[in-house]
Structures are given as C-alpha cells and as structure tokens.
C-alpha cells in the first residue's frame, strides 16, 4: 500500500489532486471499519464477562462473571445465559450442567440499575427460559457461595441439586424493593421446603445463611467456604456414570408431580418420559448384566463404569513366598 501511494503522488498535479481525495475518504473509510471492529471486539469482550461456559467431559459449567454487581443479571446475562442452557440440552455428550458465580458469589438477582432503565417486563422476558420447569431435562447443579438472592435464589432454587456453603447468604431480599418472585421462586421454594416454611422466606424476606438453608433441605450437601464448585463437579461427575435415560425419567416425574401438575407442561413431560422408555430399557439390560458380573452389588456406588488400568498397574508384580523345611531352613520362591 506504501509503495502505491508512492507512485500515485508520482504522477501529475491533477491525479495528485484527485489521489488525495481518494485518500482521504479510503481513510475515513478505514477509520470506521476500525471503529466497528473495535466496538465489536468490545461487544465480545463482554459477552466473555458476562457468562463463561466450560466442559470437561459429560459436565457443563455455566459461570456468571459479573463480579463488580456481585454476578447481578442485566438483560445482556439473561439472554447469554438462555443460549447456554439451550446449547446444554441440545449437546448429546453433556450430561450435567453447574451453575457458578465467579469471584466468590452465586448471583445477587436482577440488575435493579438496568432494571430501572428499561422496564421489569424486559427482564422477565429475556430470561423466559429460566421460567421452564425443569429447568433442563438433564440434572443441573448449583454452587452457592457468597449471596445467592432474589433472582439469583430463585436460579439456586431452580436447580436440581444445591451444594451450599455455610457463610453463603440467600433469601428473598428484593422484598425490600417490592419485587415478586420473577421465576417461579415462591412455587419451587414451597415445592422443596414446605408451605409453612416457605411463607416465612416470601413473607419476611429474611436472609438465610446456607448453615440453616442446609437445615431447611434446600441443600444436597453442606460445605466449607471456598469448596462448593469443587464438590459440585465431583456429584456432577458421580452422574454421569449413570445410565441417563432411566435418571431423566425419574427426575421429570418427580418434578412433574410438584411443580406441573395438570398443565400442559406435564403432558409435555410425560412425552419426554414415553419417548426415553425404549432407551431406559437398554440401559437396564446393560445394568443387569453389570450386577450379575458383581457391579453396583450390595448398594456400591463406585466402580460403576470400566475404568482403563494404568501403565504401573500393568506391570508385572511378584509375590515372594517363604517355605520352611523340617530342619527350619528358608526356601525362597517367587509366584
């Protein structure tokens, strides 16, 4: 391009002319290309804050990293995060799906700045896909650390499973501000808890630490600060040992019989269940041949699948026996 320009100023006075102008506009031209690829980058960059998906095997882990509003969901978040779980249920090789905030935080709820900008309605409708009950067909995990509130409660909540560490905070805390239950909170949290129970959180708004959420049952398990993505990954990876079809079956009825009683809903996952029978029942017979081979007996968890042997565990070994005679002498042999 250099050595064009050079030859171009070369020529007369009036292609001189006539180059600069081309010039000029090539630059501006140039200029806003640049302008929009810089704003597309930041477009990006964005989008890489807001939610970060990561796999490792059969488990998905859908990280909310917004960690200057304490992982709060704008509308941005919210649709990032329906495409997520959307690309979760159609990938056959993803069996589990974690939700975690990132910098030590679960979710802190909506956005309450942007929420104010642009209209409740907004938010409700871009997060449409968190309303679905379940929330997947697969199982999904939450990792509650630090606040898990208002709309981030309700995300916990909507999960299968909940690992919730003892200094985590939850609760309804948009009480204060008058915001509902925007996904389907006060139904799920009855559903696990109890009617009773459940009216003291809604009511109130009181938070809860996840010592005494624990108690309430709103968790699987209870662990130490710092450990509940950990532990998380490690139940997430205890599933997918499972034969799926028979778990999603399961899931779906129980789910079913809470949260979607005589909907449409229900009808919707009494298909889904119909159409995984012929599978569940693959699964089975591959089961029962396993538990006649000596797998799973006697209520065993572990060693459910066939896990490839180590090179030092391929090595050779030898066994060494000692004999004595009759006259107390040692006869060494090897086996």
């Not at 941005?76 to 975690?100: C, G, Q, W, Y």
């Not at 979607?260 to 591959?286: K, T, V, Y």
Request: net charge neutral; charged share 30%; proline share 2%.
């Amino acid at each position: 391009m250099a050595s064009l320009v050079r030859k171009l100023f070369s020529v007369t006075t009036v292609t001189i002319r006539r180059t600069n102008v081309r010039l000029a506009s090539s630059k501006s031209d140039a200029k806003k290309k640049e302008e929009e690829k810089k704003v597309s980058k930041e477009q990006l960059e964005d989008i890489k804050k807001n939610i970060v998906v990561e796999k490792f095997g059969g488990i998905t882990t859908l990280n909310i990293d917004r960690q200057k509003s304490r992982n709060s969901l704008d509308e941005a978040t919210l649709r990032e995060m329906s495409e997520a779980i959307n690309t979760f249920d159609k990938d056959p090789e993803a069996k589990v799906l974690v939700f975690n905030g990132e910098g030590g935080s679960f979710c802190s709820g909506f956005d309450l700045d942007e929420v104010g900008e642009k209209g409740y309605q907004n938010f409700i409708d871009a997060g449409s896909r968190l309303l679905r009950r379940p929330l997947c067909d697969k199982p999904t995990i939450a990792a509650v650390t630090g606040y898990a509130v208002g709309e981030g409660f309700e995300l916990a909540l909507a999960c299968d499973l909940r690992i919730i560490e003892d200094t985590a905070v939850l609760g309804c805390l948009g009480r204060r501000f008058g915001a509902p239950q925007s996904l389907y909170g006060g139904r799920r949290l009855t559903s696990l808890i109890g009617l009773s129970r459940a009216l003291d959180l809604l009511i109130t708004g009181r938070p809860i630490s996840g010592t005494e959420a624990h108690a309430l049952g709103l968790s699987c398990k209870l662990t130490a600060t710092g450990t509940a993505l950990g532990e998380a990954i490690k139940l997430a990876k205890s599933l997918t040992k499972f034969p799926q079809n028979a778990l999603i079956m399961d899931k779906l009825a129980a789910v079913n019989s809470q949260l979607n009683p005589n909907s449409e809903e229900s009808m919707r996952d009494e298909a889904i269940m119909n159409s995984l029978l012929g599978s569940a029942l693959e699964d089975l017979n591959e089961g029962i041949k396993k538990f006649q081979g000596g797998i799973g007996k006697h209520g065993k968890f572990y060693k459910l699948t066939e896990v490839p042997l180590k090179d030092w565990e391929l090595e050779e070994s030898f066994e060494e026996i000692v004999i004595k005679d009759d006259e107390g002498k040692d006869d060494k042999k090897k086996s």
